[in-house]
């Protein structure tokens, strides 16, 4: 990047310029399954301060998000709903697995549980625990940043 | 009320019942045939006044003829005591729902069918409540196994 401060400009490539929006405003969407959604509650909060990677704006609507956060055990009766959540969410998006259960099923190798998230639709970041401390959130956000950053507009539309 | 009142009352009721003290409260074995008026009498009898229903469910016991064994689970709020009662249901027989007796048995009995797929007449809402319409299968039977069946 250079600055041309006598003119008044700065030259950068579009990707560098586009990632760097994207990965400073990661909404995620108010979505919770079980237990490890009350940790994600707790990254919310004032102590974690997750505004700081630019995530502080959980929203209402699959529409308005930029990032699913799927927070806990996913049984196959819910397995639709968050298929139809995530074709919900406009592109770019960006999927998180948070707790043992979604990211492999956890404890629950049973009848009525999907083994993780990713049997389902695509996942960026995964996050070990049971449940994962709201300090691994706050580490997945950074590592999927790292990730945005890398990303080009070629690959992505 | 006393455990011991109770199984004296249920004692020289009409019906042919095993009443015994249980591990936690009075526990009856009832045949499947009299099962419902059974009910109906511990729900409408001026001494019992079994008003509360706590809980249906049931027991698969493969290895054994009747195979499953439905229990429910009542209490009397006017007496503050509680009892079990038993019944032997072979696969594929039907039982009179008590729904009519008690409105919150609607949804446990849903669940003992999808659970076990135990049929209940008189039912006003028989369908599966915890797994999808389109499953085949009684996950809580024995035979069942626990990771499932894989569909093809």
Known sequence: ?157 | MERLELINILKNCEFKIDAYEGIDCVTVLVPKESLFSFLKLLKEDERLKFNMIADITAVDYPEQKPRFELVYHIFSIANNIRIRVKSRVEEGDSVESVTSLWKGAEWLEREVFDMFGINFKNHPDLRRILMTEDFKYYPLRKDFPLQGIEES
């Open chain 1, 1 to 157: 990047m250079g600055i041309e401060s006598h003119l008044g400009i700065i030259t950068t490539s579009l990707d560098k310029v586009v990632n760097w929006a994207r990965k400073n405003s990661l909404w995620p969407m108010t979505f919770g399954l079980a237990c490890c959604a009350l940790e994600m509650m707790v990254a919310a909060s004032a102590r974690h301060d997750i505004a700081r990677f630019g995530a502080e704006v959980f929203r209402g609507s699959p529409r308005q998000s930029d990032l699913l956060i799927v927070p806990g055990t996913l049984t196959k009766k819910m397995a639709p709903y968050v298929i139809k959540l995530y074709n919900q969410m406009p592109e770019p998006k960006w999927v998180i697995a948070y707790g043992a259960c979604a990211c492999s099923g956890g404890l629950f190798n049973t009848y009525n549980v999907v083994q993780g998230v990713d049997k389902i639709i695509p996942v960026d970041v995964y996050v070990a625990g049971c449940p994962p401390k709201p300090e691994a959130l706050l580490r997945a956000i950074v590592m999927l940043r790292e990730k945005i950053v890398k990303e080009s507009l070629k690959d992505r539309v």
